[in-house]
Structures are given as C-alpha cells and as structure tokens.
C-alpha cells in the first residue's frame, strides 16, 4: 500500500512560480510511474504531467514548457514546478502513482494510488 501526500498549494499570483510536493510512505516508489491531475472549479479531472522510473517525462499541451515534473527517488517524492502561472491553472492538484507507461500515464484510470489533493489558485 502507497500513502501519497501532496503539499506546496496555495494563493499565487499570474506570472508567479509555485512548487508542489507528493510524498509517498508505504512502500517505495520503485518502479512505479508519478502522474499529475487536477480538477478546475465545475471541470472533470485532467492531466497535467507524468514521469517514468526512467524518468521520461510527458505534459499535457497547456503546461508545456511552463511546468516541470521531476521526482527524488532517494526521498520517495514527486514535485512538479510551475511557472508562468495562469488563472486557468487554478485548481486541485492530485499525484498519483501506478504501474504504466509514459504513455499509459495520461489516462487516470490505470492508477493505484491517489493523493487527497492540494489547491491551487491562481489570482489575475
């Protein structure tokens, strides 16, 4: 069993950087690749960015070149720096953990394991 525990949201700013945390207890996380969802106010769960136990890494269109997902295997946690940010980047923020590929990764069906949520809210 995977504990996940996202951390770092907050109120920020347009144009403002902001890092999220996903800290996992349980088991390590070897093997295993880390996704990013979030929920926008009245909007279904969508994906943000995911990385491999390679360490591939995949986006979603919207954050590219604006978010980075990296992950700290020695401390079993995931981040995922955001920049630039937009008022539409406003929502919860979810990690997740499964075993899949990058491309797998972009669909939220095939995770095992999901965080309780952080907000995120971006003022114009």
């Known amino acids: 069993q995977v504990q996940l525990v996202e951390s770092g949201g907050g109120l920020v700013q347009a144009g403002g950087p902001l890092r999220l945390s996903c800290a996992a207890s349980g088991r390590t996380l070897s093997g295993y690749t880390m996704g990013w969802f979030r929920q926008p106010p009245g909007k279904e769960r969508e994906f943000v960015a995911a990385i491999a136990w390679s360490e591939m890494t995949n986006y979603a269109d919207s954050v590219k070149g604006r978010f980075t997902i990296s992950r700290d295997n020695a401390k079993n946690t995931v981040y995922l720096q955001m920049n630039s940010l937009k008022p539409e980047d406003t929502a919860v923020y979810y990690c997740?953990?499964?075993?899949?590929?990058?491309?797998?990764?972009?669909?939220?069906?095939?995770?095992?394991?999901w965080g309780q949520g952080t907000q995120v809210t971006v003022s114009s």
């Open positions: 997740a953990a499964g075993a899949l590929t990058i491309r797998q990764a972009m669909g939220d069906r095939g995770y095992a394991y």
